[in-house]
C-alpha cells in the first residue's frame, strides 16, 4: 500500500514538470519570433533547463525508492516482531504433522502439557475443512484461506484456535499437496465461565398445587386442618432451603416457587423427593396428600416463565398429579406420578361443562365427533353420546370413523342397519368437506393431536371441545375452547354419560346408544374391575335405568375360538422379568394384533404373583405394545418412555422403524429403568 502512495505522488510529480517545460518552451518560441538574437540564447537556455529537471527528478526517485526500501524493512520487522512476541500461543504447523514453528507464548502456554495429542486432532479437522473447500471451490488452494475451528479444552483451560492455511508444497509421491497452517490459540476459559456463570443464576420459576386439597379438608376434623397444612408447608419450606429457593403461597393450595438455574440439576438427581416426603404426611381418615410440581427455565423474563409453569401444571394435573415436571431445553421430563388418581366425588364440574358444551352446540353451525385412530368401543360408545346430545339440540351431527380396531367393525355395522346413522357415520374426505371455521369439532377419549382420527380437522376451525380421561401428554390440543379431562374417570364413556344425566334438555338414548356406553365403560374398567369409582357404578346406573340390555353388551366382547388359541399360545409363551412382570411377544403380523394383545395382557394378569403385564404385537408397519397393572406398577410411566401413554393399570404404545427384539429390548430397559428410580 506505501508503495503505490508513493509511486503516485511520484508520478503527479514528473507530470507537472512536463507542463512546466512545455510552458516555457512556449515563452521562448514568443520571444525569438520577435527577436531573431535571442534563438541560439534561449536554445541554450532550454537545454539548461532540460537537464536541470532531469537531473533533479533523478534525485527526487532515488530518496523515493529509498524511503520506500526503509518503510518495507521496518515493516517487516514489525511484523515479525509482533508474530514473534503474540500474547496468544502460536504454532506453525503442516499438515502431515510437521511443527515448523512455535511461539515463545506456545512453549510457555503449554509447557507442563503434551499438546501433541491435541494437534493431531486439530490438523485433522483442518484437512476435512481444506476438502470441504475443494468440493466448494473447485481446484486447488492457492490463496490464504481464514480458519475458525471449536473450542478445545486443554488442561485447564478452554481455547477458541483459529487461523489461517496455505498450500506449502506437493508430496510427489503420492501426488497430494500440503498446506501450512497458522494457529493462534485464543484463551477463553475466563469468558466461558462468566457465560456459565450467567447461566446458572438465571432464575426459574414454578408452581406446586396440593393435588386433592379439597377432599382433604372434606373428610378431616377442623381442629386437625391447621396441623396438617402446617405440616406440608413446613416441608415446602424445608425442601426450598436446600436449594436457596423462594416458595410464596399464592392460594389456599397453590404456591409459586423461584429458584437459580444452577440448582436442577440438583433436583433431577434427587427426583423431586419432596413428593414422597409429602406422601407421608400422616393424615386421618387413610388419606394421603400428592403434590404436582411444574418448573420451568424457558422463557425471556419471569413472567413467560410462570406462563409456563401454569401450562405445565395443567399437564400434570391432568396426568392424575402425584408428579413433577421440568421443561428445559424444550422438552419435558417427567418425575414421580406413582400414585393413584383420586377420584373427585363432586359432580359440580360435570354439571357445568355439559350447560357450557350445550352453549356452545347452540353456536355451532354443525358438530363433527371424532374418536382416536383404531377406533375402540369406548371412543365408539362417547361419540354416539355426543351424537344423541347435540341432535336433541336440534344440530346437524356426524361421527368420523375411518379406522376401526378388531371387533368393532360388526358394532359399527349393527348401528348402520338403522337409517339414522347410515348418514351420520362419514369417513375422512366427507368430514373435511362438512367442517368450516364454525362448524364444532367435538374430540373423544383423546387429546392427542397426533392421535385423533382426522389431523387435519383441528386445523379447519377452532370452536374444539376435548372429553378424555386419559393422562394428559405433552402432545396436547392447545386450542381447546372447552375441556372435560378427568383422569380419575374410568372411561371417556363415563364422563359423556354424566354430561348427557346433567343436560338441561330430556335426552332419549337409543338402544345401540346406550349399548355403546355401557359397553364402553365396560371394556377400560375390564368388567367393572380396575380403575372403577363411586361415580363408574353411577354412570352404568343410569344407563341401566335407559334400558341397556347387559347380557347383549357382554356379547360384544366374546372372542372366537381362533382368536382365543392366539391369546392362550401368547400366555404360554410368556416370561417373566424383574420376578413380579409377565412379557411376551405376539410375532404374527396381524392388523388386529393391539386387540389380542390388550386380551393377553389382561389374561396375564389374572396369573398370580403377576402385577404387571406387557405384550409386544406386530402390526405390520409398526411395533404395537400393551401394558396392563394391578396399581402396584406404573404402566403409563414405562409406556411413555416409549412414546406411549394411558394410565397406572393401563397403558399402550406404538413404535415405528424397529424390529420386535429391538422393541422388546428397549421395554426391558424401560422397566429396569423404572425400578432404578423407585429404588432411589
Known sequence: MPNNTNRKIFDKLISKTKIYLVIIAILLTIICVYEANFIMPAILIYALILMYAYWTNSKRTAELSEHIKDLTLTVDSAAKSTLINSPFPLVIIETDGNIIWKSSKFIHEFANIDVNNYLNNIVKEIKLEIERNKEDKENEIKEQKDLILKQVKIGEKNYKVVGEYVESKENNKKKEHEYMTTLYFIDETEYLELQQNYEESKLCVGIIMIDNYEEIMQRIPDEEKPIMMAQIEKSLYDWATGFEGLIIKSERDTFVVVLEQKYIAKLEEEKFHILDQIKEISIPGKLQST?????????????????????????????????????????????????QEVEKRTKVKARIVAHALEEVILEAQNVIVMGHTNSDIDAIGASLGIYRLAKTIGKEVYIVNETASFGLDSFIENAKQEEEYKKAIIGKQEAIEKTTPETLLVVVDTHKTSYVEVPELLEKTNK????????????????????????????????????????????????????????????????????????????????????????????????????????????????????????????????????????????????????????????????????????????????EKLGGGGHITLAGAQVEGKSIEEVKQELINCINEYFSERAS
Open 291 to 339: 403434590l404436582s410440581i411444574a418448573i420451568s427455565t424457558e422463557g425471556n423474563s419471569n413472567y413467560e416463565k410462570y406462563k409456563t409453569a401454569q401450562a405445565m401444571i395443567d399437564i400434570a394435573l391432568g396426568r392424575g398429579g402425584d408428579q413433577a415436571i421440568l421443561k428445559k431445553d424444550g422438552k419435558y421430563t417427567f418425575f414421580g406420578g406413582r400414585a
Open 464 to 639: 374444539i371441545v376435548i372429553i378424555d380421561h386419559h393422562r394428559r401428554s405433552t402432545d396436547f390440543i392447545e386450542n381447546a375452547i372447552l375441556t372435560f379431562h378427568e383422569v380419575y374417570a374410568s372411561s371417556a364413556c363415563e364422563l359423556v354419560t354424566e354430561l348427557i344425566e346433567y343436560s338441561e334438555n330430556d335426552i332419549n338414548l337409543t338402544e345401540i346408544e346406550t349399548e355403546g356406553l355401557y359397553a364402553g365403560i365396560m371394556m377400560d374398567t375390564k368388567n367393572f374391575t380396575f380403575k372403577t369409582g363411586v361415580r363408574t357404578f353411577e354412570a352404568a346406573a343410569y344407563l341401566r335405568k335407559c334400558g341397556v340390555d347387559i347380557i347383549k353388551v357382554k356379547k360384544w366382547f366374546q372372542s372366537d375360538l381362533q382368536t382365543y388359541h392366539k391369546i392362550s399360545e401368547i400366555i404360554a409363551n410368556a416370561e417373566i422379568v424383574n420376578e413380579t412382570i409377565g412379557l411376551s411377544i405376539y410375532d404374527k403380523e396381524d392388523t388386529n394384533c393391539n386387540i389380542i394383545c390388550a386380551k393377553a395382557a389382561d389374561e396375564l394378569l389374572t396369573i398370580s404373583d403377576i402385577t404387571a403385564s406387557f405384550v409386544i404385537g406386530n402390526l405390520g408397519d409398526k411395533i404395537c405394545i400393551s401394558g396392563r397393572s394391578i396399581g402396584d406398577i406404573n404402566v403409563q410411566v414405562i409406556l
